[in-house]
């Protein structure tokens, strides 16, 4: 029998898996439901009575700093996480004269962060000051903190979106874009891994347009400006019951015509439930 005849039932098989296949795979991605979603992220998390938000938390570990703007620089030092129901606080101690913390916190009425000469905040510290919706939803620390949103979805009303499947290097993630009640300045997604439902990435992005000069030589050197924050999670442990990442990165991008690129790492070595926390502490003006 010749060849051509062998191979014409093979490409007439490979041809209808294509075109049967793909449409299956489109529908099924648009068949996914942010509900759905959000459920099986809280299963990944623990039981409903471990992941109360009344549970007072604390986390203590070690931090890393770097920035590379102009150069090298870091410095290390330690850092606590702490939240109980929509309150909640991140600080780190680096001991460096010019950089001697980055406090940020939330305390159910005003969200604070730690000046490092008066009026003058740390990168991080003036993006949350300037969009404080990401600690007012609870947004910063993902399911590290008590106040993380998707805990109780229901009294932060914010609207969500399904985004679509999305790749975070090799690992296969789900977007879910979230918009706080009241709209904001910022472009909010989060990443759920497609098999765990863990929450491993928050991106805030930012974008400035070119601002007009005061005649046609200094219009034409300006350019947009976009201002990146992404929290990123991973190795995740149980923790009194609670699956929780024990590495958090932040990183902060300004990318503009300087641009500046800093960088957390705060690795947790010990978890606290349900000891009181002074409500003063989530105040970090001081």
Known sequence: ????????????????AVFTASPTTSLADKDIKVEDIISRHLDSIGSAESRSNARPRMMIGR??????????????????????????????????????????GYDGDKVT???????????????????????KEGLLGGTLSAAWPLLDHSTKKAKLEYGGSKKIGSRQVLEVKYQPRGG?????????????????RTVYKKTVGAQVGGNIDQS?????????????????????????PHTYEIHYRFIAAESRYYDWTVNLLSFVFDQPIDAKDFNVAN
């Open 220 to 244: 034409a050197g300006q350019s947009e400006s976009r201002y990146e924050l992404i929290e990123d999670f991973s190795d995740f442990k149980l923790e009194k019951g609670l699956n929780l």
């Open 1 to 16: 029998m010749p060849l051509t005849r062998l191979a014409l039932p093979l490409i007439t098989l490979v041809i209808v």
């Open 184 to 200: 904001s300045d910022l472009t909010i997604s989060l990443f759920f891994d497609a098999e765990s439902y863990q929450h491993v």
């Open 113 to 135: 962060a730690y000046a490092l000469r008066p009026g003058v905040y740390s990168a991080l510290g003036d993006f949350i000051k300037t969009y404080p919706s990401i600690l």
């Open 63 to 104: 931090a890393q700093m770097t920035v590379r703007s102009h150069g090298n620089s870091d410095a290390a030092g330690n850092a606590v996480l702490a939240s109980k129901e929509n309150k909640s606080m991140m600080a780190m101690k680096f001991g460096v004269p010019s950089y001697p913390y980055e406090k940020v």
